[in-house]
């Protein structure tokens, strides 16, 4: 059971549209105690997504809020929020949850909220990013976590890890190399928020009381000081 609250961990939300595998990710760093979080909820838009599966065999409270049943993204994005608020965390994680958020709602969680994107911003935001980056012929992909701004995954940059790109690589066979990393950088990213190290203030980020001049690497540059 995860849903119980120890004294120094920090309250989180999780927000899923599918496989739920950084859910999963971020679950084990939890049971290796790596990770001091309390997952108080794991909301999906689709009924389909095997991460509430994941989360409810561990005891996770699990909400579905099903998109077509509102007509506007205003109309879900206020449902979405009064959910989210009723467990009070004090970080919102989105992950792998596919919806463009309004201006309204991003603002009400404006520097408690993070994403992961499958690439190395701010190259190729938006969908489609394994085949952007074979199509381009890049040499170098990889995942960025990044707090949530109003610009789509524009945010201030956390971490990244890259992967080196062949020429016998296809969209699928890029994306599992890439999902790898991302279940390495997620959990390190949140642990550095639940331990009080990272924050974010006037759209920067601030590691141990330091603006951060450049986002942090995995695994860690010399001159990473996470």
Do not use: W
């Not at 105690?33 to 794991?42: G, Q, S, W, Y």
């Not at 989105?94 to 969680?109: K, N």
Request: hydrophobic fraction near 40%.
């Amino acid at each position: 059971m995860l849903t119980h609250l120890r004294p120094t961990s920090l309250p989180i939300v999780i927000l899923i549209s599918g496989n739920g595998s950084n859910l999963q990710a971020i679950i084990d760093a939890i049971k290796n105690n790596a990770l001091p979080v309390t997952i108080r909820a794991v909301i999906s838009n689709r009924a389909e997504a095997f991460g509430l599966i994941r989360a409810q065999k561990e005891g996770i409270s699990t909400e579905l809020i099903e998109q077509t049943k509102y007509s506007t993204r205003q109309a879900f994005d206020t449902e979405l929020q009064q959910r989210i608020d009723k467990y009070q965390p004090a970080l919102v994680v989105l992950a792998g949850f596919m919806r463009i958020l309004t201006d309204a709602f991003v603002d009400h969680y404006r520097g408690k909220i993070i994403n992961i994107h499958p690439s190395l911003l701010p190259a190729f935001r938006g969908l489609n990013t394994h085949q952007r980056a074979i199509d381009a012929k890049v040499t170098e992909h990889g995942t960025t976590v990044h707090f949530v701004t109003r610009e789509l995954d524009g945010g201030p940059i956390i971490i990244q890890a890259s992967v080196s790109v062949s020429a016998e690589d296809d969209k699928t066979t890029l994306a599992e190399r890439v999902l790898e990393k991302e279940h390495r950088i997620y959990p390190l990213a949140i642990n550095l928020v639940a331990k009080g190290r990272l924050h974010y203030k006037n759209n920067c980020i601030y590691l141990d009381n330091k603006q951060l001049q450049k986002p942090l690497t995995y695994p860690p540059s010399n001159n990473d000081s996470a």
